[in-house]
């Protein structure tokens, strides 16, 4: 079946640091694929996501591509800031439109 | 910006008790669904919701759940006798269409079973 595996955290960086969080997925056929972001006391909000292979989706610095040889989509960012620690979440779309997720990664920027 | 909005943010309910959900998804929106996140663990889906039906529900999706638009503009999902394992952050969800679109989440419902 379907399912998405994420690298555990928690990941702690210094500001400024390069960031990558690692993202694989097992699916049949290519699902679009999401990355979302929980900052602290929020819901989930969109980052980024593809649709399909060799896609690169990216916002506020952030980037992944969607590699279907190695079926993963990881997430950089060349400089993090403290403001973007939260909990990140990749995530697949299955063939019915539900999506499924990682375990989610913590990341925490300290200054 | 539009975005989804749910209430309440909190419940805590009695084991057993009959507990509401609601949602207001964004309005031009036609897909909605529910997801959850026992502490600790990954989101799950439960469901969704299409054109007044349930298009698709998970295994965790029994008979003591329920969803319904009462109006043009609520969502809700019902968990009619809750137990201790419902306990959960609810995550409502809307999107335009389904192929690749983004489901746009609200800011969840925390509920406490004791």
């Known amino acids: 079946g379907n399912s998405v595996t994420q690298m555990e955290g928690p990941v702690t960086l210094s500001e400024e640091a390069f960031l990558t969080i690692n993202c694989t997925y097992t699916?049949?056929?290519?699902?679009?694929l999401f990355w979302y972001v929980q900052y602290p006391g929020e819901g989930l909000q969109l980052l980024l996501k593809a649709t399909k292979a060799d896609d690169k989706g990216s916002n506020k610095g952030f980037e992944a591509t969607y590699r279907k040889e190695t079926t993963s989509f990881h997430l950089e960012k060349g400089s993090v800031q403290v403001s973007d620690s939260a909990v990140y979440f990749c995530?697949?779309?299955?063939?019915?439109?539900?999506?499924?997720w990682g375990a989610g990664t913590k990341l925490i920027i300290k200054p | 910006e539009p975005e989804v909005t749910q209430t309440p943010s909190h419940q805590v309910t009695q084991m057993g008790q009959e507990v509401i959900l609601r949602c207001v998804p964004i309005?031009?929106?036609?897909?909605f669904y529910w997801y959850r996140q026992i502490l600790g663990q990954k989101v799950e889906f439960l469901v969704s919701f299409y054109n007044n039906e349930i298009s698709e529900k998970s295994e965790i999706f029994d008979d003591q759940f329920s969803v319904e638009r009462p109006d043009g503009s609520n969502f809700t999902l019902k968990i009619r006798s809750t137990k201790l394992e419902d306990s959960a952050m609810y995550f409502c969800a809307s999107s335009k269409g389904q192929v690749g679109e983004t489901q746009y989440f609200g800011p969840g419902t925390r509920l406490l079973v004791l």
């Open positions: 309005s031009n929106h036609l897909y």
């Open positions: 995530a697949l779309m299955g063939s019915n439109y539900q999506l499924i």
């Open positions: 699916a049949t056929g290519y699902p679009s």
